[in-house]
C-alpha cells in the first residue's frame, strides 16, 4: 500500500502555487476539468468553500472532490492541457487565508462554546460575509453571546498553535477527539486538527499555524434554528472590514440627519414622527381640495338644459379641466360632484398635453349603456383612450385641454350619444 500523502493544501496551507503535472483533462456540463498530482487549491467540503486560483493562466472557478480526487473546474471555454503536461497551479491568497481565518475561528468557537459553556456545535457554514454555526441549546441572550464571545477572544489572544496529525481510524474511538462525523466516502487515515490544549477534532480543512492569527471573532447575532441557536459571526480581517464599513454608514448617517451617534436613533425617529403629521396634514388638505373643487364644479350651469327636463334629455354636463390634479384627485372629485348633482355627468380632466388624464362619472342610479356611449364619444373626441363601468370611465388623452375650449360642439355630440 502506498504511503499516504495528503495534497499540498493540507501539507502547507500558506503555500501559494506549486509546479505540478496533469493527471486527467476532460469537459461536463459544469464546463472543462483539470485532475492534478498535486494542488495548492482546497476542494470545497467540511463547511469551507472551494478555493479560486488558476492552472497555467486558466481561471479554477470551483474545485471539488469527485470520487476521491480533486477536480479543478476550468473558466468556460478553457483549452485542456496534455495529460503528463507540467503546469502551475496558483491560489488566489487572500481569499484562502480569509477563509483559514474564518474556519481556525470556528474550532476556537465550537471548542469553547462546547467545553466552556456546554453547547455543542451541530452545523457550520463558511459565508461570503459572515459565518455561522448552529449549537445545540434553546436560547441565547445577548449576555450569553458577550460572555462567550470573551471567552473565544481569551484563547485567540493565548496564541495557541494550531497543527494537524493523521491517525488511522481504528485508533479514533479511544482518543477525546471533537467530530461532527466523518465523510461517508472516507478512506485511510483521519486528520487530527489541534489547537494547544483547546482542542483536538476531525477535519480536513485549512487553517492559519496560531490562533492569533485569527485576530478577532465577533459575534454578531443569535437566532432560533431548527430547536437550537444559529449564532452569526465574523473572524479575521472581515472584523475590521465590517467595523470600517460600519464607521462610513455611521458618518453618512450623522451628516445626512446632522445628529451625533448616541443621538441619530432619536433623530431619526423625530423625523419619522414629523413626516406621519406631515403625511396627515397633507391627507386633510388633499381632501379639502377636493372638496371645494367639487363644490365650485357642482355649482356650474349647464347652458343645453331646457326649463322642463324630460326623462329621455340628456343629464346636466358638468365639464371641467384641473391642469394640477392628478389621477387619484380627479376621480375623487368627479365621485364628489355626483353626490352633489346626482342627475349630473361630470367629466373632468387632469394634467397637460400631452400627458392629460379624463375622468366621466354619474350616479349609480344612470343608465350605464347610455353613459358608455357618452365616454366613447369623449374619449373619440379627445384623440383618447380608456374604459371603465357602473358609472365611472377613466381614461388618458393627449389633448385634456380640448375639454373645455368648445364645450358647445362637445355638449352635442354627447347629446347625439346619449339619445342614439
Ligand atoms: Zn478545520
Do not use: K
Not at 465590517?242 to 423625530?270: I, N, P, Q, S, V
Request: proline share 5%; with cysteine.
Amino acid at each position: 500500500m502506498a504511503a499516504h500523502v495528503p495534497a499540498a493544501y493540507l501539507r502547507e496551507p500558506y503555500r501559494t502555487a506549486i509546479e505540478t503535472t496533469v493527471a486527467a483533462c476532460g469537459d461536463d456540463v459544469h464546463g472543462p476539468w483539470v485532475e492534478l498530482v498535486d494542488t495548492v487549491l482546497y476542494p470545497e467540503g467540511g463547511g469551507q468553500p472551494s478555493d479560486r486560483g488558476s492552472v497555467d493562466g486558466r481561471l479554477v472557478t470551483d474545485v471539488q472532490r469527485v470520487a476521491g480526487v480533486v477536480r479543478h473546474v476550468l473558466e468556460a471555454g478553457a483549452a485542456c492541457p496534455a495529460t503528463n503536461a507540467p503546469v502551475r497551479v496558483e491560489l488566489d491568497w487572500a481569499r484562502r487565508f480569509d477563509h483559514m481565518q474564518q474556519h481556525t475561528g470556528q474550532h476556537v468557537l465550537t471548542a469553547v462554546a462546547a467545553d466552556r459553556f456546554g453547547w455543542q456545535t451541530t452545523a457550520f457554514h463558511l459565508g461570503p460575509e459572515t459565518s455561522d454555526i448552529e449549537v445545540a441549546v434553546r436560547e441565547l441572550g445577548r449576555d450569553e453571546l458577550d460572555a462567550l464571545e470573551a471567552a473565544v477572544a481569551s484563547e485567540l489572544r493565548a496564541a495557541h498553535a494550531v497543527g494537524s496529525t493523521y491517525v488511522d481510524r481504528a485508533d479514533l474511538g479511544g482518543r477525546a477527539v471533537r467530530s461532527r462525523g466523518l465523510p461517508e466516502a472516507h478512506s485511510g487515515p483521519v486528520r487530527l486538527v489541534s489547537i494547544g490544549t483547546l482542542d483536538v477534532a476531525t477535519c480536513g480543512g485549512t487553517h492559519v499555524a496560531n490562533t492569533a492569527e485569527v485576530e478577532a471573532l465577533s459575534l454578531l447575532g443569535a437566532e432560533r434554528l431548527r430547536g437550537g441557536m444559529r449564532l452569526t459571526w465574523v473572524a479575521g480581517g472581515r472584523v475590521r472590514r465590517r467595523l470600517a464599513e460600519h464607521e462610513a454608514r455611521t458618518a453618512a448617517l450623522r451628516r445626512a440627519l446632522g445628529a451625533a451617534d448616541d443621538a441619530l436613533l432619536d433623530a431619526m425617529r423625530a423625523r419619522g414622527e414629523r413626516l406621519a403629521a406631515a403625511e396627515r396634514r397633507a391627507d386633510e388638505l388633499e381632501a379639502e381640495i377636493v372638496r371645494l373643487t367639487a363644490e365650485r364644479i357642482a355649482l356650474m350651469r349647464d347652458d343645453g338644459a331646457r326649463a322642463e327636463p324630460s326623462p329621455d334629455d340628456p343629464p346636466t354636463m358638468l365639464i371641467a379641466h384641473e391642469a394640477s390634479a392628478s389621477a387619484a384627485r380627479l376621480t375623487a372629485i368627479a365621485r364628489a360632484v355626483t353626490a352633489l348633482r346626482p342627475e349630473s355627468v361630470v367629466v373632468v380632466a387632469g394634467g397637460t398635453a400631452p400627458d392629460g388624464r379624463v375622468v366621466i362619472a354619474s350616479a349609480a342610479t344612470t343608465d350605464d349603456r347610455r353613459m358608455r356611449a357618452v365616454a366613447d364619444t369623449l374619449f373619440a373626441v379627445l384623440d383618447g383612450r380608456g374604459g371603465g363601468r357602473n358609472g365611472l370611465y377613466q381614461g388618458s388623452t393627449p389633448s385634456p385641454e380640448r375639454l373645455t375650449s368648445a364645450p358647445a360642439s362637445l355638449a352635442a355630440a354627447v347629446r347625439v350619444a346619449w339619445l342614439r
